[in-house]
């Protein structure tokens, strides 16, 4: 099946892959054995390690996105959002391990709890000019090491920082 999207842990040993066959797969890249398999109701279009390999974010194109608990395979929490399609276009979690920030093309930047998977917090990018609609796509999200800033990366040709003030 075709191969959406792919995600590297940091020492090169674990992959993370995500492709058209509803599923996405945690592989030992030495072995070249999966050691944990996600299923989807839908092609898997996102996914996203966690640098201290304590867990996977995957999302399909439909309705899922989930964080997963590495060591034992098990879903944490399913993100909660009311859209009836959302798409994820980047994904990122915080030093820490207990917030997720997506970004997405409708120039949506989302703040996530990882235990509950709600809604924190969100932004919007700035669009491109004399854009119709006003729409830019979310390219890439990461954490300030202060944990209290956030900077993104759009198509708009603008990186922006952001505050994060959720209680």
Same mark, same amino acid.
């Given at each position: !099946?075709?191969?959406?999207? #792919?995600?590297? =842990?940091?020492?090169?040993?674990?992959?993370?892959?995500?492709?058209?066959?509803? #599923?996405?797969?945690?592989?030992?890249?030495?072995?070249?054995?999966?050691?944990?398999?996600?299923?989807?109701?839908?092609? #898997?279009?996102?996914?996203?390690?966690?640098?201290?390999?304590?867990?996977?974010?995957? +999302?399909?194109?439909?309705?899922?996105?989930? #964080?997963?608990?590495?060591? =034992?395979?098990?879903?944490?929490?399913?993100?909660?959002?009311?859209?009836?399609?959302?798409?994820?276009? +980047?994904?990122?979690?915080?030093?820490?391990?207990?917030?997720?920030?997506?970004?997405?093309?409708?120039?949506?930047?989302?703040?996530?709890?990882?235990?509950?998977?709600?809604?924190?917090?969100?932004?919007?990018?700035?669009?491109?000019?004399?854009?119709?609609?006003?729409?830019?796509?979310?390219?890439?999200?990461?954490?300030?090491?202060?944990?209290?800033?956030?900077? =993104? !990366?759009? =198509?708009?040709?603008?990186?922006?920082?952001?505050?994060?003030?959720?209680?």
């Amino acid at each position: !099946e075709k191969i959406n999207a #792919v995600d590297l =842990s940091p020492n090169g040993f674990y992959a993370l892959t995500g492709s058209n066959d509803y #599923v996405a797969y945690l592989w030992d890249t030495r072995t070249a054995q999966v050691i944990h398999r996600f299923n989807h109701p839908s092609r #898997v279009t996102q996914v996203q390690l966690d640098p201290q390999g304590r867990f996977a974010f995957t +999302a399909d194109s439909q309705q899922q996105a989930r #964080v997963w608990d590495l060591q =034992s395979g098990e879903m944490i929490s399913n993100l909660q959002f009311t859209s009836r399609q959302q798409i994820f276009s +980047a994904a990122r979690f915080n030093t820490a391990g207990t917030l997720l920030l997506t970004g997405s093309p409708t120039r949506k930047i989302a703040l996530w709890d990882i235990k509950t998977g709600k809604e924190l917090q969100s932004w919007h990018v700035t669009p491109r000019k004399e854009s119709r609609p006003q729409s830019a796509v979310v390219y890439d999200v990461a954490f300030h090491p202060d944990d209290k800033t956030i900077v =993104s !990366e759009s =198509s708009s040709g603008l990186a922006e920082t952001w505050q994060i003030e959720y209680k």
